[in-house]
């Protein structure tokens, strides 16, 4: 499956944004979805995740404001983000896997789309 996102941009504090991620190549909805962020060379750090049975998961720091979904008939995931904060600054990707295991874990996750730049100033 092939992955690209879409929807980063800089936004003020308090603003919101909606991220989309177009998956190709095969359904979405087979796979483990999930959409991390990453500052520079720090580690990937898992935002929200969502199951195959649809079920989601949050980071605790995103909580409330953070919301993933998906539309299988369009194929694409969703992060809509709302309270933005100047910590949420990061590159998003979006990544899905087959694999089991914790949403969080960024090494379960086979396939990553190219990222999305949001930066909230």
């Known amino acids: 499956v092939q992955l690209v996102e879409s929807g980063g941009g800089s936004v003020q504090v308090g603003g919101s944004l909606r991220l989309s991620c177009v998956a190709s190549?095969?359904?979405?909805?087979?796979?483990?979805l999930g959409w991390f962020r990453q500052i520079s060379d720090k580690e990937r750090e898992g935002v929200a995740g969502?199951?195959?049975?649809?079920?989601?998961s949050y980071a605790d720091s995103v909580k409330g404001r953070f919301t993933i979904s998906q539309d299988s008939a369009k194929n694409t995931l969703y992060l809509q983000m709302h309270s933005l904060k100047p910590e949420d600054t990061a590159m998003y990707y979006c990544?899905?896997?087959?694999?089991?295991?914790?949403?969080?874990?960024?090494?379960?996750?086979?396939?990553w789309g190219q990222g999305t730049q949001v930066t909230v100033s």
């Open positions: 990544a899905a896997h087959v694999n089991g295991g914790t949403w969080s874990d960024h090494t379960k996750y086979t396939y």
């Open positions: 190549g095969d359904t979405m909805g087979r796979y483990c």
């Open positions: 969502i199951e195959s049975d649809g079920s989601t």
